[in-house]
């Protein structure tokens, strides 16, 4: 399944952590503090526990799992991403 996970962390330290696990789960960076990639359950189960075990009380790590047909319902104004961070297999769902 898709899944997109965002945050906001104030800390650059445990923000570049977060990133690093993100991109250890083989996500792709669509912007700065935005990853999207294909995941399975526990694999969105697990890098929602490891960054809840990293972050501060006031810092937040959204996981949101998102079905084929929503990704496709996506409308992208202006340059979204960076096209050379993201796959060209995600690049093709997005457009």
């Known amino acids: 399944m898709l899944v997109w996970v965002i945050y906001d962390i104030s800390d650059d330290r445990i923000r570049g952590y977060v990133a690093?696990?993100?991109?250890?789960?083989?996500?792709?960076?669509?912007?700065?503090?935005a990853f999207l990639g294909?995941?399975?359950?526990?694999?969105?189960?697990?890098i929602a526990m490891e960054c809840e075990e990293i972050i501060e009380e006031t810092d937040s790590v959204f996981v949101f799992p998102m079905c084929d047909d929503c990704f496709k319902k996506i409308k992208l104004i202006g340059e979204g991403f960076d096209k050379d961070l993201v796959s060209d297999k995600m690049?093709?769902?997005?457009f």
């Open 38 to 46: 294909d995941l399975n359950r526990n694999e969105a189960d697990s």
């Open 91 to 94: 690049v093709t769902k997005v």
């Open 20 to 33: 690093k696990i993100c991109k250890g789960y083989g996500l792709y960076r669509v912007q700065k503090s």
